[in-house]
């Protein structure tokens, strides 16, 4: 079974007393891939994922600011980010979006700060992350006005809307991405969204060390844990695990335009995505 972490955050200090471990037992685990999200350590460390994706031909990079540090970020900031992103092993622009639950930037600060990232992520020729919570109208119509025939699409990561919510993503060239939450007993109304969508449209990810799926709630979440993603997902599509494995990855793939698992292109970087 091959599987692709779609969202990871490895650079956090969850890791720190085992980082290289978690890592084994994601590739036990069939792991070819892991997407390193590099915006949650914030706009004074945008190059948070890129030693990991530097150390392994397995592991790509994306470099951005979240929108709960939206309010820290400065010109300088989003200059020094569009200079990581023309990394050879960063393939996204991420996370990045709109948060209304915790409100920790000002609405209209996350606004610009979206808009002004989205800007640089279509000059840098590069798929966007979305992080979307409790903001749906607002992320949708921004997408809508900059995202427009841009051509590049992204995922939306950590998927929580409705299945209009989702149409309006595949319309923008968007695939979903579904974490550990698909497992929760009160998830139904996500699953009946999964059930729903086109085969081509979806991906799979940990959100680690966020997001456990059941039975291992409460605890520190890991990249090898997307399987019981894998297997939630694969259960409401009526496909095998492996089959669920195998059509994920090569969304992803199709995404990001690489070749193969990312295991066997040690060097090759991330071949067609950056123009």
Same mark, same amino acid.
């Given at each position: 079974?091959?599987?692709?972490?779609?969202?990871?955050?490895?650079?956090?200090?969850?890791?720190?007393?085992?980082?290289?471990?978690?890592?084994?037992?994601?590739?036990?685990?069939?792991?070819? !891939?892991?997407? /390193?999200? $590099?915006?949650?350590? +914030?706009?004074?460390?945008?190059?948070?994922?890129?030693?990991?994706?530097?150390?392994?031909?397995?592991?790509?990079?994306?470099? +951005?600011?979240?929108?709960?540090?939206?309010?820290?970020? !400065?010109?300088?900031?989003?200059?020094?980010?569009?200079?990581? @992103?023309?990394?050879?092993?960063? &393939?996204?622009?991420?996370? &990045? +979006?709109?948060?209304?639950?915790?409100?920790?930037?000002?609405?209209?600060?996350?606004?610009? &700060?979206?808009?002004?990232?989205? @800007?640089? /992520?279509?000059?840098?020729? =590069?798929?966007? &992350?979305?992080?979307?919570?409790?903001?749906?109208?607002?992320?949708?119509?921004? =997408?809508?006005? %900059?995202?427009? +025939?841009?051509?590049?699409?992204?995922?939306?990561?950590?998927?929580? $809307?409705?299945?209009?919510? /989702?149409?309006?993503? =595949?319309?923008?060239?968007?695939?979903?991405?579904?974490?550990?939450?698909?497992?929760?007993?009160?998830?139904?109304?996500?699953?009946?969204? /999964?059930?729903?969508?086109?085969?081509?449209?979806?991906?799979?990810?940990?959100?680690?060390?966020?997001?456990?799926?059941?039975?291992?709630?409460?605890?520190?979440?890991?990249?090898?844990?997307?399987?019981?993603?894998?297997? !939630?997902?694969?259960?409401?599509?009526?496909?095998? %695990?492996?089959?669920?494995?195998?059509?994920?990855? @090569?969304?992803?793939?199709?995404?990001?335009? =690489?070749? $193969?698992?990312?295991?066997?292109?040690?060097?090759?970087?991330?071949?067609?995505?950056? $123009?």
């Amino acid at each position: 079974m091959e599987l692709i972490d779609s969202h990871a955050h490895l650079d956090f200090p969850d890791f720190d007393p085992d980082r290289d471990a978690v890592l084994s037992r994601a590739r036990e685990a069939g792991v070819s !891939t892991i997407l /390193a999200i $590099g915006s949650a350590a +914030g706009p004074e460390k945008l190059d948070a994922a890129l030693p990991f994706a530097e150390k392994h031909s397995w592991i790509y990079a994306t470099v +951005g600011i979240h929108p709960h540090e939206a309010r820290l970020a !400065t010109q300088r900031h989003l200059q020094e980010a569009e200079a990581y @992103a023309g990394h050879l092993r960063v &393939i996204a622009w991420g996370e &990045i +979006g709109l948060d209304y639950h915790y409100d920790h930037s000002p609405r209209d600060v996350q606004h610009r &700060i979206f808009r002004e990232q989205l @800007a640089i /992520a279509h000059r840098v020729r =590069l798929p966007v &992350i979305i992080h979307c919570r409790e903001a749906w109208p607002d992320c949708l119509a921004i =997408l809508e006005e %900059e995202q427009a +025939g841009s051509g590049f699409g992204g995922i939306f990561h950590c998927f929580s $809307g409705t299945l209009d919510d /989702a149409r309006r993503g =595949l319309d923008l060239g968007f695939r979903i991405s579904f974490a550990g939450n698909l497992t929760y007993p009160k998830s139904q109304p996500l699953r009946d969204v /999964a059930a729903a969508l086109p085969l081509d449209s979806l991906l799979i990810e940990t959100d680690s060390p966020f997001l456990a799926p059941q039975g291992l709630r409460g605890k520190r979440n890991e990249p090898a844990h997307v399987l019981a993603v894998a297997r !939630t997902l694969a259960a409401v599509r009526h496909l095998s %695990e492996d089959e669920i494995g195998a059509l994920t990855s @090569a969304n992803f793939r199709a995404l990001f335009r =690489l070749r $193969g698992p990312a295991g066997e292109e040690a060097g090759s970087g991330a071949s067609g995505v950056g $123009g």
